[in-house]
């Protein structure tokens, strides 16, 4: 049995190419008329369709965290939002029925994003180098006068 749908859809047409009947490569195989008619066609299967993501009971309180997230930004660093304390806030205030993991895996996504949108975080950057390598090399032997016995 082939590995992927590309080692699949390679066999049928190999076998398709010898003469075995398209019921017979439907048998073979275990997949449809479909599937065999579309690997005949082509050699490459279809990109799989991405999924749109679904709905979550904490889309309606994205909005709060992300303004409790924007807020901290100016707020002095002992005063800012754990997660713990977003979580709590969203229980007692707005009467969410959400799990604290959610809480935290959206603020562990977010926060950074709105750190850069403000302009306040931290870009990726390359520096590259400019010496050639070697000339600024530095050697230690490691007999300097301090690192000898006392007895010495």
């Known amino acids: 049995m082939p590995k992927s749908k590309v080692d699949l859809y390679a066999a049928i047409r190999r076998y398709a190419k010898g003469g075995m009947s398209l019921r017979a490569l439907m048998r ?3 997949v449809g008329f479909e599937t065999v008619g579309k690997a005949l066609i082509s050699a490459l299967p279809e990109p799989r369709k991405k999924m749109e993501p679904r709905e979550t009971r904490l889309d309606p309180f994205k909005p709060v965290i992300d303004g409790i997230l924007t807020a901290d930004l100016t707020a002095p660093r002992k005063q800012r ?3 713990k304390r977003i ?3 969203l229980l007692d205030e707005h009467g969410a029925d959400i799990s604290y993991q959610m809480v935290r895996g ?3 996504a977010r926060r950074q994003e709105i750190r850069l ?3 306040k975080g931290v ?3 390359f520096v590259p180098q400019t010496h050639r390598p070697g000339a600024e090399a530095e050697v230690d032997s490691g007999t300097s006068r301090s690192s000898w016995p006392a007895s010495w």
């Open 28 to 30: 073979k195989y275990g």
């Open 81 to 83: 939002h754990t997660v």
């Open 87 to 89: 979580y709590d806030r």
């Open 106 to 108: 959206y603020v562990a």
């Open 117 to 119: 949108e403000a302009g």
């Open 123 to 125: 870009v990726d950057a």
